[in-house]
């Protein structure tokens, strides 16, 4: 079975600009999350989307925002990005169930520097 | 205080030791503990998973939960240098994941 994929695995951009991001959970997975990860803050919860809908959001500026499709993928978009969004973007797949289908499984993550 | 609280170390033991570490939390509906290992550069991979009091062993690992005083522990026995890494504590209630800030650990040879 094949895992969590993300791609790109890096980005280069410059302030201002605007990134999409993408991640396809594992088959058979329905809740896909995304996180921030920097070295000073730890990995920060970004939101979740669920059967298409976003089910929980973390405390970041509206321009960060995502989706997510009909076969599960998920796309995560930043715009007028700010060198402060330069960080290891997580997206993780889970069932999304009661106890252990609430295990998240990450994909490789995209770096993203933003000059 | 913040919702799930560790120890960010880091930590070091020499190898064949026991390495403890600990975890504290904030809201009591939590249902699910998780902990995560995290290489330098790489993403978290799951290590154990547990929801009743009590102590959950697998190889090398112990999981411990107190929900009373709201804390999970991870112990790694006959610690070794691949165990170097930075340990994520997990935990879900009814809203999203909330993930500690990690702890560090050296295995020294």
């Known amino acids: 079975k094949a895992g969590v994929t993300q791609t790109p695995r890096y980005l280069i951009k410059t302030r201002g600009q605007q990134v999409t991001l993408s991640c396809s959970p594992i088959s058979g997975h329905r809740s896909v999350s995304w996180y921030q990860q920097t070295p000073g803050q730890g990995l920060q919860f970004l939101f979740e989307?669920?059967?298409?809908?976003?089910?929980n959001k973390g405390n970041f500026p509206g321009r960060f925002s995502g989706r997510q499709f009909s076969n599960s993928r998920s796309e995560m978009n930043v715009s007028t990005l700010e060198l402060g969004d330069s960080a290891l973007y997580l997206c993780?797949?889970?069932?999304?169930?009661?106890?252990?289908?609430?295990?998240?499984?990450f994909g490789a993550g995209t770096r993203l520097s933003v000059l | 205080q913040k919702e799930v609280e560790q120890n960010s170390g880091p930590l070091s033991v020499p190898e064949g030791a026991i390495a403890s570490l600990n975890c504290t939390y904030s809201d009591r509906g939590s249902q699910s503990f998780f902990w995560y290992r995290q290489y330098s550069g790489k993403s978290p991979e799951l290590i154990m998973f547990i929801y009743s009091n009590g102590d959950k062993e697998d190889g090398r690992f112990t999981a411990q939960l107190n929900k009373a005083s709201q804390y999970v522990s991870l112990l790694i026995r006959d610690s070794q240098p691949s165990d170097s890494a930075t340990y994520l504590c997990?935990?879900?209630?009814?809203?999203?994941?909330?993930f500690g800030a990690g702890t560090r650990l050296t295995v020294k040879p």
């Open positions: 993780a797949s889970s069932l999304a169930g009661q106890g252990a289908q609430n295990i998240q499984y």
């Open positions: 997990a935990l879900k209630g009814a809203g999203d994941m909330r």
């Open positions: 989307y669920f059967s298409e809908t976003q089910r």
